[in-house]
């Protein structure tokens, strides 16, 4: 089976321009949460989504944005970006309710010049 | 104050030690503690999940201590493939969020 799958793996953007990544969850699971990873920190949570409900928002600015799909593909929307945006936004899904284990996609790594 | 802390190390260690970490966290609330370990420019991965009566899977052994609020991750007989970065994750019942520490690395040195 396909495990979580995020597109684009790389992406260089400009400050002040927008950003939309994207999610695929494992088969059969209905959650999908956000991270953004800067380099030498652990993640650090940005939304998650079950049953195409916003569930949990971390503390990040209204610039982040998060939707989920009736096929539970998710998207995460970054407006007016920073350079203190650039990082790696991981997108893991569990398959029914926020305390289970997580699976982890291989990232998208954003770069803002 | 951070949800979760963790000391980053770096830890350095021979094959064959026994190596140790642990993590503090704040929300006494919390409900769920797992490990997860991350390779250089990888995605976090699942070590294994930490039960209030401590667990043990193969070299690694999790222990919960929740009046003191802390988890610890115990490896046995290191060896070079342990190297990498390990995150420590608490869930509480508030914001359906997932905290992690910012990791510890460890090298396990021939």
């Not at chain 1, 927008?18 to 800067?38: A, D, N």
Request: aromatic share 12%; proline share 5%; net charge neutral.
């Amino acid at each position: 089976d396909a495990g979580v799958t995020q597109s684009p793996t790389h992406l260089i953007k400009t400050r002040g321009q927008h950003v939309t990544l994207r999610c695929s969850p494992i088969s059969g699971h209905k959650s999908v949460s956000w991270y953004q990873q800067v380099l030498g920190q652990g993640p650090q949570f940005i939304f998650q989504y079950y049953e195409k409900e916003e569930r949990g928002r971390g503390n990040f600015p209204d610039r982040f944005s998060a939707r989920q799909f009736p096929n539970y593909s998710s998207e995460l929307n970054v407006n007016a970006l920073l350079l203190g945006d650039s990082a790696l936004y991981l997108c893991a899904s569990t398959p029914r309710n926020w305390d289970d284990e997580q699976y982890f996609g291989p990232g998208t790594r954003l770069t803002v010049t | 104050r951070k949800e979760v802390e963790q000391d980053p190390g770096p830890f350095n260690v021979p094959e064959g030690a026994t190596v140790a970490f642990n993590c503090t966290y704040s929300n006494s609330a919390s409900q769920s503690f797992f490990w997860y370990r991350q390779d250089c420019r990888k995605e976090p991965k699942l070590l294994m999940s930490v039960y209030s009566s401590g667990n043990e899977d193969g070299r690694f052994t999790a222990q919960l201590n929740r009046a003191s609020q802390y988890i610890s991750l115990l490896i046995r007989d290191s060896k070079l493939s342990d190297s990498a970065t390990y995150l420590c994750v608490v869930n509480t019942n508030t914001g359906n969020q997932f905290y992690f520490g910012t990791g510890t690395s460890l090298t396990v040195i021939p």
